[in-house]
């Protein structure tokens, strides 16, 4: 299960729309180190100024690791996540997340480039 959803939280998507406040605090409490990197990514663009931040080091365990790839293999989270940071997400491998300016798309288009996974392999992430 992706998500830790109360009581309340599901009878409000049951009875209709829920708002991305109440969805994000669910996806904030249940995926706690995915959080972490997507809020620390977004705080350093916002310091640096720069067009994006990457995500480099590798989840400390297995559970970290899953949390970082269901916020990031469903559209509805990363989709929530975007609107909240106000930033584009990518996603190479089980780590390496970057967040980008709204404006910054060349950067964005380089970062999804089939040559820029190819060069973001290593033997050590053949399982990640």
């Not at 067009?51 to 365990?61: F, I, L, M, Q, S």
């Not at 990363?78 to 798309?105: M, S, T």
């Not at 380089?110 to 190819?118: E, G």
Request: net charge negative.
């Amino acid at each position: 299960m992706s998500l830790t959803v109360s009581t309340e939280l599901l009878q409000q998507a049951q009875s209709g729309e829920v708002d991305d406040a109440d969805f994000l605090a669910c996806v904030r409490t249940s995926l706690p180190y995915a959080w972490e990197v997507i809020s620390g990514l977004a705080e350093r663009v916002q310091d640096t100024g720069a067009a994006y931040e990457a995500n480099e080091v590798p989840p400390p365990d297995e559970q970290a690791r899953g949390q970082l790839l269901r916020a990031l293999a469903s559209d509805a989270m990363r989709g929530a996540l975007e609107r909240h940071f106000g930033f584009r997400i990518a996603f190479q491998n089980c780590h390496k997340v970057a967040l980008f300016q709204p404006a910054a798309h060349d950067e964005y288009r380089a970062f999804v480039t089939p040559r820029a996974q190819l060069l973001n392999q290593s033997p050590e992430l053949v399982d990640c």
